[in-house]
């Protein structure tokens, strides 16, 4: 055993503080009621409220009135303002939110809101991304499913775009669309490994590893994506660009968080990051060129760089040794494992196909165009 040193990584790379996701704007009645709420005080001074009043009770009223319970749910449900309240909601369990007490987390009451969303949420997913079938059962059988679904995907390419043709304008857009996710990259599948155990925990482990910059802060992905967003003049607080975000943006990654958070989908969370391992490299060659044709420099195209290299190994191990190896561990996860890669590349193909076609109107792929550099 190594004795802990006071200086065990000494890392001067600057790092981002910690700290919480600024409130964002409200998108409508839902998210206004809920941001309120959540930012009038502690739970324990408002619960039930000063005047007799459940704090939460408006949002209740609210996501009724929107039709969270009715016949049309899975299309409510997909709403910006809802999206952007479950977002709020399942930021409690990232770094919190700016405003609200960390009390709420665990909030009973907050939770069963949650729940009622979630139900609909995961309903409207699983309609729009099919089960894909598969006849393996053992870990390599499996792993080349997974390769072929992602060799299959059909989502336009927005990589080939940003390596041809994007303008700077549209790689800085691309850009911080991105940072709502990238800014706490890998966290939504770090919630998988407690739930692991034997190869797929330590494939697992291993990954994350690298993408927390194996013990380098100053490497951790979500870094190296702030460094990019510092090179082209775009703000790298956490959440910056949130209000900026379409609602298509808040899906991808209210999926992702969707089946991380829950113990029961971690076969799928577990297949989300095979196919999201599994469709970086090459794009991520393709984005690096682009930012290099539009004269960026070594600062900002490290991030793709690093990926290049890092998910060619990421998705073999993912593949295999993570997704295979539980598949066949655990054969009832199977069918979960193969939704939850077809689930990322539905969600992310949709994030890709509205931003070229805003692009290919000369629209914003964003709610309001960023101010220039
Ligand atoms: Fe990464
Ligand atoms: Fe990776």
């Known amino acids: 055993?190594?004795?802990?040193?006071?200086?065990?990584?000494?890392?001067?790379?600057?790092?981002?503080?910690?700290?919480?996701?600024?409130?964002?704007?409200?998108?409508?009645?839902?998210?206004?009621?809920?941001?309120?709420?959540?930012?009038?005080?502690?739970?324990?001074?408002?619960?039930?409220?000063?005047?007799?009043?459940?704090?939460?009770?408006?949002?209740?009223?609210?996501?009724?009135?929107?039709?969270?319970?009715?016949?049309?749910?899975?299309?409510?449900?997909?709403?910006?303002?809802?999206?952007?309240?479950?977002?709020?909601?399942?930021?409690?369990?990232?770094?919190?939110v700016d405003g609200v007490d960390d009390a709420w987390e665990w909030h009973p009451g907050l939770l069963a809101l949650r729940a009622r969303i979630e139900r609909p949420f995961e309903a409207a997913l699983r309609a729009r991304v099919p089960q894909p079938e598969c006849d393996a059962t053992d870990a390599a059988g499996v792993a080349a499913r997974l390769f072929r679904l992602a060799a299959d995907d059909d989502s336009p390419s927005l990589s080939r775009y940003v390596a041809r043709k994007a303008d700077a304008a549209q790689a800085r857009e691309l850009i911080a669309l991105r940072s709502i996710y990238q800014l706490k990259e890998a966290d939504p599948h770090t919630w998988a490994i407690p739930r692991l155990s034997g190869v797929p925990k330590a494939a697992l482990v291993e990954i994350q590893s690298d993408e927390y910059g194996g013990g380098h802060p100053g490497h951790m992905h979500h870094e190296l994506y702030a460094r990019t967003m510092r090179g082209m003049g775009l703000d790298d607080t956490y959440g910056a660009y949130l209000d900026a975000a379409p609602g298509v943006a808040l899906v991808a990654v209210n999926a992702m968080s969707l089946v991380g958070l829950h113990r029961r989908l971690r076969g799928a969370i577990v297949g989300h990051l095979a196919a999201y391992e599994m469709t970086s490299s090459i794009p991520c060659r393709q984005y690096s060129n682009g930012l290099r044709r539009l004269g960026h420099g070594e600062?900002?195209?490290?991030?793709?760089?690093?990926?290049?290299?890092?998910?060619?190994?990421?998705?073999?191990?993912?593949?295999?040794?993570?997704?295979?190896?539980?598949?066949?561990?655990?054969?009832?996860?199977?069918?979960?494992?193969?939704?939850?890669?077809?689930?990322?590349?539905?969600?992310?193909?949709?994030?890709?196909?509205?931003?070229?076609?805003?692009?290919?109107?000369?629209?914003?792929?964003?709610?309001?165009?960023?101010?220039?550099?």
């Not at 190594?2 to 998210?31: C, E, K, W």
């Not at 969270?68 to 809802?82: Q, R, S, Y």
């Open 299 to 373: 600062d900002v195209t490290g991030y793709f760089d690093e990926h290049v290299e890092a998910d060619a190994v990421h998705e073999q191990i993912a593949g295999r040794d993570l997704a295979g190896r539980l598949a066949e561990q655990e054969p009832t996860l199977r069918d979960d494992v193969l939704w939850g890669a077809a689930l990322c590349l539905a969600v992310e193909g949709d994030v890709g196909a509205y931003a070229m076609e805003r692009w290919q109107h000369g629209e914003s792929a964003l709610r309001a165009p960023l101010p220039p550099a």
């Open 1 to 96: 055993m190594t004795t802990p040193t006071t200086t065990p990584h000494p890392d001067t790379t600057p790092t981002t503080a910690s700290h919480r996701m600024p409130a964002p704007q409200p998108r409508g009645p839902v998210s206004t009621t809920l941001l309120a709420a959540l930012r009038s005080g502690t739970p324990d001074e408002l619960d039930p409220g000063a005047d007799g009043t459940e704090p939460l009770a408006p949002v209740a009223a609210a996501l009724e009135a929107a039709g969270i319970d009715g016949p049309d749910a899975t299309a409510v449900v997909l709403t910006e303002d809802v999206q952007l309240a479950l977002l709020v909601m399942y930021e409690l369990h990232y770094r919190g």
